[in-house]
């Protein structure tokens, strides 16, 4: 039995780490080989991942962080994904949700601006680091409502939402919250994408709520590296497609992460749709996008 590579460009223990380690299994059935989840640098990794050898043996799955923010956010930028990945399947998206504390004596998203009025600079919100989906959200929020917030960065999700649940960071803009909402630790008043949460129904969309405009959230892909042959992606994202369908799979998916599977085609254009969003969003905070534009400069 031959050996598969699925590369992750997190830290062990993470969100996108679990969810290559619950793929692993069902897709090594599917290839008939050994998937071996390989954690590596995610300033570094998707950039060498991009020259391993396009034999379908490596893959690497990719977020909207390590694939998109990162390469718009960093200048020199380390690759460009239109052109540096192979387009194979995507796995699924779960947008970032509006949370705050139950401490908060707020219920709509008008109340929380409203609070926030009153008492300029006492709200607390956090992210895991700068340049995440997280911290940029907040940022798109706060501009947009005109609001100031204090922002306190964590190293990962996992110690942000221990804090959020304390009570020490009153407001949230993460896509792993659904269990903690569904306890009653945190309080979940918009959704900030352009589609109400299947795990979370009742919950309005910023935009419902009264904030057009923003749509954002992660979303998890696997790519091959560049020159991979396209029967070769195709193929593999029928395998992938097969692997996701695994009840296996499906039971141990984090909640709120919507199943998406598609194309190498359809991947292509749903990168390319996000690159673009998020070029717009960078911009509208002044942030310098490092990916060249059409004419090659900097956009």
């Known amino acids: 039995m031959h050996e598969m590579r699925l590369v992750v460009p997190f830290p062990p223990g993470g969100a996108s780490d679990r969810v290559a380690r619950t793929l692993a299994g069902p897709l090594g059935e599917v290839v008939g080989a050994r998937v071996v989840v390989e954690n590596v640098d995610e300033r570094s990794g998707v950039a060498s991942f991009a020259n391993a050898a396009p034999d379908g043996r490596t893959l690497l799955l990719g977020s909207t962080g390590s694939v998109v923010l990162a390469p718009l956010s960093r200048t020199p930028s380390p690759f460009d994904p239109r052109r540096d990945l192979a387009p194979v399947c995507l796995i699924g998206g779960a947008p970032a949700i509006l949370t705050v504390h139950p401490s908060l004596p707020v219920r709509r998203l008008d109340e929380l601006v409203a609070h926030q009025r009153q008492r300029p600079g006492d709200l607390v919100t956090g992210s895991p680091g700068p340049g995440t989906v997280p911290h940029l959200a907040g940022l798109l929020f706060a501009r947009r409502t005109g609001i100031a917030v204090r922002h306190r960065e964590f190293a990962g999700s996992a110690p942000l939402l221990d804090?959020?649940?304390?009570?020490?960071?009153?407001?949230?803009?993460?896509?792993?919250?659904?269990?903690?909402?569904?306890?009653?630790?945190?309080?979940?008043?918009?959704?900030?994408?352009?589609?109400?949460?299947?795990?979370?129904?009742?919950?309005?969309?910023?935009?419902?709520?009264?904030?057009?405009?923003?749509?954002?959230?992660?979303?998890?892909?696997?790519?091959?590296?560049?020159?991979?042959?396209?029967?070769?992606?195709?193929?593999?994202?029928?395998?992938?497609?097969?692997?996701?369908?695994?009840?296996?799979?499906?039971?141990?998916?984090?909640?709120?992460?919507?199943?998406?599977?598609?194309?190498?085609?359809?991947?292509?254009?749903?990168?390319?749709?996000?690159?673009?969003?998020?070029?717009?969003?960078?911009?509208?905070?002044?942030?310098?996008?490092?990916?060249?534009?059409?004419?090659?400069?900097?956009?």
């Open 163 to 299: 804090a959020h649940v304390r009570g020490d960071v009153h407001v949230a803009f993460e896509s792993q919250v659904v269990e903690r909402v569904r306890a009653g630790q945190l309080r979940a008043l918009a959704v900030m994408g352009s589609a109400r949460s299947a795990a979370l129904k009742d919950v309005p969309t910023v935009s419902e709520a009264g904030v057009p405009g923003i749509d954002v959230g992660t979303w998890l892909a696997v790519f091959a590296p560049r020159g991979t042959p396209e029967p070769v992606c195709g193929r593999l994202a029928d395998q992938v497609r097969r692997a996701l369908a695994d009840p296996g799979f499906a039971a141990q998916a984090p909640q709120g992460l919507e199943p998406r599977p598609g194309s190498p085609d359809q991947l292509a254009r749903y990168l390319a749709a996000d690159v673009e969003r998020w070029s717009r969003y960078l911009r509208e905070l002044g942030i310098v996008v490092a990916l060249p534009g059409e004419d090659g400069s900097r956009r």
